[in-house]
T-cell receptor, first 110, second 116 residues
Framework: DAKTTQPPSMDCAEGRAANLPCNHS???????VYWYRQIHSQGPQYIIH???NNETNEMASLIITEDRKSSTLILPHATLRDTAVYYC???????????FGAGTRLFVKA | NAGVTQTPKFQVLKTGQSMTLQCAQD?????MSWYRQDPGMGLRLIHY???????DQGEVPNGYNVSRSTTEDFPLRLLSAAPSQTSVYFC???????????????FGEGSWLTVV
């Protein structure tokens, strides 16, 4: 599975959009981009995933560049409860084995 | 729908003791896995399984055994506990999304283990 690169930490003001970048320049054609988050001491929570089209659900939007080498997770109106570590993972359709990197620690401030 | 259930939630062990962390899922998921997370650190994959009777090693398998005799259960056994195994352990399960559009993994709430 392709390796991902994320900034170690980011800040966001409450009520503003949080844009979390992820670089996955070695992604291959059948690999999906997944986003999870882990709120302090809890089990990671699935947010969203996509292949090449932009995706949106009730939690977030996922924007994948046309060359698929990077993506951005967007939390449209961040709240204090969105403070968490966000993990970007690239995984093929052939399996479930999931390796987590260090992720981005998002601090939402009042 | 209980999802992924882990027991016990908290456990204190003495060095050298053995124990089993239980994980059960009621979603008929093919995939199950165990992670550990040390304080302030990321998640590391211990073992995983893609179906009953099939298991494989992850990033940090030493000191742990697993088996998958049923689809629902995936216990993690610590053979001889060491202080270095003090950690939070997370179980996860997953299945293919409808239409084959990727797959999603769901996590349990964690089991806090302290080895003294």
């Amino acid at each position: 599975d392709a390796k991902t690169t994320q900034p170690p930490s980011m800040d966001c003001a409450e009520g503003r959009a949080a844009n979390l970048p992820c670089n996955h320049s070695t992604i291959s054609g059948n690999e999906y981009v997944y986003w999870y988050r882990q709120i302090h001491s809890q089990g990671p929570q699935y947010i969203i995933h996509g292949l090449k089209n932009n995706e949106t659900n009730e939690m977030a939007s996922l924007i994948i560049t046309e060359d698929r080498k990077s993506s951005t997770l967007i939390l449209p109106h961040a709240t204090l409860r969105d403070t968490a570590v966000y993990y970007c993972i690239v995984r093929g359709t052939g399996g479930f084995k999931t390796i987590f990197g260090a992720g981005t620690r998002l601090f939402v401030k009042a | 729908n209980a999802g992924v259930t882990q027991t016990p939630k908290f456990q204190v062990l003495k060095t050298g003791q053995s124990m089993t962390l239980q994980c059960a899922q009621d979603m008929n998921h093919e995939y199950m896995s165990w992670y550990r997370q040390d304080p302030g650190m990321g998640l590391r994959l211990i073992h995983y399984s893609v179906g009953a009777g099939i298991t494989d090693q992850g990033e940090v398998p030493n000191g742990y055994n697993v088996s998958r005799s049923t689809t629902e259960d995936f216990p993690l056994r610590l053979l001889s506990a060491a202080p270095s195994q003090t950690s939070v352990y997370f179980c996860a399960s997953g299945s293919w999304d409808r239409g084959g559009s990727g797959n999603t993994i769901y996590f349990g709430e964690g089991s806090w283990l302290t080895v003294v």
